[in-house]
């Protein structure tokens, strides 16, 4: 899929559903979590910078997000190993869903072309989904800023 081409999902849609191996060799699919809120995040790559800080921040607050029966699932296009390796060393609490097919990305639009020093490569948006009980997007997050970021999906959280 190319950038112009890109899936745009707004609040209000439906969230595409998906069904994807996590860490600890679970499975996680939207089908499943019918009924409950779900924070479901995108990020580039474990073990960088600011997918460690994203996934930290977002661990520390599970338990504000467990009061509100909300489900926070972290995807990227790793391997389920890479996934357990990222979740051991940083203690990680949310479950890592591995895209390793890029579908997830793909459906939800955080699979694009990306710029580093000049050089253009494909990879995953940072973005966030917040997902209603009914499967509906509550809200969404593109090109997400690390700071303050797991603080605005809480409050948002907290008016469904």
Known sequence: ???????QLAVGDKAPAFTLPTDGGGK???????GQIVVLYFYPKDDTSGCTKEAIEFSAAKA?????????????????????????KHKLKVTLAA???GKATESYGVWGEKSL???????IERA???IDGAGKLAAVWRKVKVA???EAVLKAAQSI
């Not at 996680?28 to 019918?34: D, G, H, I, M, T």
């Open 1 to 7: 899929m190319s950038k112009t081409d890109t899936v």
């Open 28 to 34: 996680v699919s939207l089908s499943s979590l019918k």
């Open 64 to 88: 504000k997000f467990d009061k509100l029966g909300a489900v926070v699932i972290g995807c990227s296009r790793d391997s389920v190993a890479s996934h357990d390796k990222f979740k051991g």
């Open 99 to 101: 895209d390793e097919t």
């Open 117 to 123: 020093y000049g050089r253009k490569y494909m990879g």
């Open 128 to 130: 966030t989904f917040l």
């Open 148 to 150: 303050g970021h797991v």
